[in-house]
């Protein structure tokens, strides 16, 4: 069983800048993908944006050049770096990793943390 806690969300003004955090904890495993995604209700959730093992990211257009993620393998942890934000990121951030934990997958998510960006 890997758990996520999340950590670093809040009321932000426009133009502002917050770093999202999420460490994994629990049995001896291995990460593979990493990634944090977005909710507004009403919607879908969508991704925001995502790292792979190879170090290789993927970013969801509406945050390219403003949002970076990235990992720290040794606490296990993964962030996302928000910068310039907007309104329109106002939405609960989840992130998400999966893997391995000995011969069995996991694919697990964090509980959630509200990002409001607002004047």
């Known amino acids: 069983q890997v758990q996520l806690v999340e950590s670093g969300g809040g009321l932000v003004q426009p133009g502002g800048s917050l770093r999202l955090s999420c460490a994994a904890s629990g049995s001896i495993f291995s990460i593979i993908d990493m990634g944090w995604y977005r909710q507004v209700p009403g919607k879908l959730r969508e991704l925001v944006a995502g790292?792979?093992?190879?170090?290789?990211?993927n970013y969801a257009d509406s945050v390219k050049g403003r949002f970076t993620i990235s990992r720290d393998n040794a606490k296990n942890t993964v962030y996302l770096q928000m910068n310039s934000l907007k309104p329109e990121d106002t939405a609960v951030y989840y992130c998400?990793?999966?893997?391995?934990?000995?011969?069995?997958?996991?694919?697990?998510w964090g509980q959630g943390t509200q990002v409001t960006v607002s004047s």
């Open positions: 998400r990793v999966s893997g391995t934990v000995g011969a069995t997958d996991f694919d697990s």
């Open positions: 790292l792979r093992s190879s170090g290789s990211t």
